[in-house]
């Protein structure tokens, strides 16, 4: 399977970001799943449409967007959860809801494109 055709998921309620994040990813090789709300991520994650990875930027989400990250964990899809701020609450939450790591913002790009690395080669 080549790079560009594993898929990673980024959720995300801010369309300018969900879009450099979106081009950042495809520059590092990576097809995209870009969705902006909770039904459309439930309708991508029905069709398992070749994700390997998922992003999801918690802000601007209520408390269901737990829920989702409980379901790729149950799909095995490694999950890396986007925070808007340092917090052991949402550490904690993120990890027994089954994120696999937690970046805060603003995020450091070097780091990011390592993690996506990190997971991408791990599933092959």
Not at 23 to 41: K, N, P, Q, S
Not at 90 to 115: N, Q
Request: include cysteine; proline fraction near 2%; hydrophobic fraction near 45%.
């Amino acid at each position: 399977m080549t790079a560009s055709s594993k898929k990673l998921l980024i959720v995300g309620s801010n369309f300018r970001n969900q879009e450099l994040l979106s081009e950042f990813i495809e520059r590092l090789g990576y097809g995209v799943t870009r969705v902006d709300d909770l039904a459309a991520m439930d309708q991508v994650l029905d069709d398992h449409q070749n994700i390997r990875f998922a992003l999801v930027d918690i802000t601007g989400f209520d408390q269901n967007v737990w829920e989702r990250c409980v379901r790729l964990h149950s799909l095995d899809i490694p999950l890396l959860v986007i925070s808007p701020k340092q917090s052991l609450a949402v550490r904690k939450m993120g990890f027994s809801h089954g994120a696999r790591t937690i970046l805060e913002k603003p995020l450091v790009m070097r780091e990011l494109a390592d993690t996506i690395h990190g997971f991408m080669r791990a599933d092959e």
